[in-house]
């Protein structure tokens, strides 16, 4: 009977579809599985999909159990391991069930099945079962503390309230992530980024950096979390440094209006959206400390090291790579510094897209994300009319930092109707804005 249910629940999914997760007998076994004390040892099969998600399968369930000899744990299919080959006959399904994604859990024998096209899904089994080591969350904790003492350090430097600011941003970013998980995994990622950086693929650049992060750490969701909340902490902290130099404390109010909005928070709870932000607010930081008047070669050291980043960072969000063009024009220098930094980044550019491919930009008419911006950033934007307005004059003379956030501003603005990927960034540029013109623009009152 149990065989005439297995098979039936497998075949009630079209071999060709990679919708969802099987478990067998149920997901309640598997879990059990996970806490029942006994060790495990993983055999995968020979193609390199099995071996990827075998490495994973591996150091995931390290995190619950002992390595060892009690319970054989199979990754892949009858196909390309065969060892599961020999022992599929204790399941009583034909040999093509073990191409379905799917968990069966047996006495002595845990199958993850699945094919090149969706043993991906079989990370689904661990999606919601995280355990961190002693041993991460005090290391976790302490590089936090560290990083947080050093930035408060910093900016004790610029200004007599900035450090006190940033102390607020520390406790009001604690806050969040005690009270909430702001963290996913989409699908795309999972059988896209995260897949090719198991199978050591170097087809993105992404895909490349994640497998050294995975070869140091571990190819588990639990690395993706500690990556992900450092990288919210760094963006967080960089909008300090995007704010002016004299005013370093209204990164506070960067910070504010830009996280204050709903659909922001929501949108970077996504991994890639949440790494192409933290590069966005990189490069502008970088870009609006950088000393591209002065003559000398630290300075030339400085600019060639800015072009790379910008450039790498152009690789996982393409759309940075605008950035030099608006600061040869918003920058006024008379020196080759400026015109060193465009020429540098898209020769770096070009050069990094023969060797990785980058992410395809789609457009497709979609108001949404244009309404949501104009609901949610209307401070911003009554902010930016308003001091535009009355200072219309200042405006044919914008220079630097703020000139730079403007006509970023006016050309992503209506590209947010043809890509919603755009909101999160429309919403840090526009917030960064109305914070630059407030303290620069009124000064002239």
């Not at 006959?89 to 379905?100: D, H, I, K, M, R």
Request: with cysteine; net charge neutral.
């Amino acid at each position: 009977m149990k065989k005439f249910l297995i098979m039936m629940l497998l075949f009630m999914v079209p071999l060709a579809s990679a919708s969802q997760l099987e478990f067998y007998p149920n997901e309640n076994a598997f879990k059990e599985f996970l806490s029942d004390g006994r060790t495990y040892h993983v055999i995968s099969g020979e193609s390199e999909y099995s071996q990827a998600w075998g490495w994973y399968v591996d150091e995931k369930l390290s995190r619950f159990k002992e390595r060892g000899n009690e319970v054989l744990v199979l990754v892949g299919n009858v196909y390309d391991n065969p060892e599961m080959k020999k022992l599929w006959g204790l399941t009583g399904l034909p040999p093509e069930a073990s191409l379905q994604p799917s968990v069966i859990v047996l006495n002595n024998f845990v199958f993850f099945t699945g094919n090149d096209d969706n043993i991906y899904l079989i990370e689904k089994a661990f999606s919601q079962q995280y355990r961190f080591t002693d041993r991460e969350e005090y290391i976790s904790l302490v590089l936090g503390v560290i990083l947080s003492l050093l930035f408060m350090f910093l900016f004790s430097k610029h200004g007599t309230y900035t450090h006190l600011f940033y102390m607020m941003v520390i406790s009001i970013f604690a806050l969040w992530i005690s009270n909430s998980m702001p963290f996913t995994i989409d699908e795309g990622f999972l059988r896209g980024t995260f897949q090719s950086a198991l199978l050591g693929n170097r087809d993105s650049f992404l895909s490349l950096a994640l497998n050294l992060y995975f070869q140091l750490y571990s190819p588990t969701e639990e690395a993706l979390l500690v990556l992900h909340l450092f990288v919210l902490f760094l963006t967080s902290t960089l909008m300090f440094f995007t704010a002016p130099k004299p005013y370093r404390e209204l990164g506070f109010l960067v910070f504010g209006l830009t996280f204050a909005s709903p659909s922001f928070r929501g949108s970077i709870t996504d991994l890639p959206t949440n790494i192409c932000v933290f590069l966005l607010v990189l490069v502008a930081a970088l870009t609006l400390n950088a000393k591209f008047a002065e003559e000398s070669s630290k300075r030339i050291g400085q600019i060639v090291l800015l072009s790379l980043i910008v450039a790498v960072s152009s690789l996982v969000w393409p759309y940075l790579i605008v950035f030099p063009v608006f600061t040869f024009f918003v920058f006024p220098t008379k020196s080759i510094r400026n015109l060193m930094y465009v020429g540098l980044s898209f020769a770096f550019f070009v050069l990094g897209i023969t060797v990785f491919s980058i992410p395809t930009v789609s457009f497709s008419f979609n108001p949404s994300a244009l309404f949501a911006f104009l609901k949610e950033g209307i401070l911003q934007l009554i902010l930016i009319l308003y001091l535009l307005f009355n200072f219309r004059r200042s405006l044919l003379n914008m220079r630097g930092g703020k000139a730079l956030f403007f006509w970023l501003l006016v050309v992503f603005i209506p590209l947010l109707a043809y890509s919603s990927q755009l909101f999160p960034m429309v919403q840090y540029i526009s917030s960064a804005l109305a914070v630059r013109l407030i303290c620069e623009l009124t000064l002239q009152t």
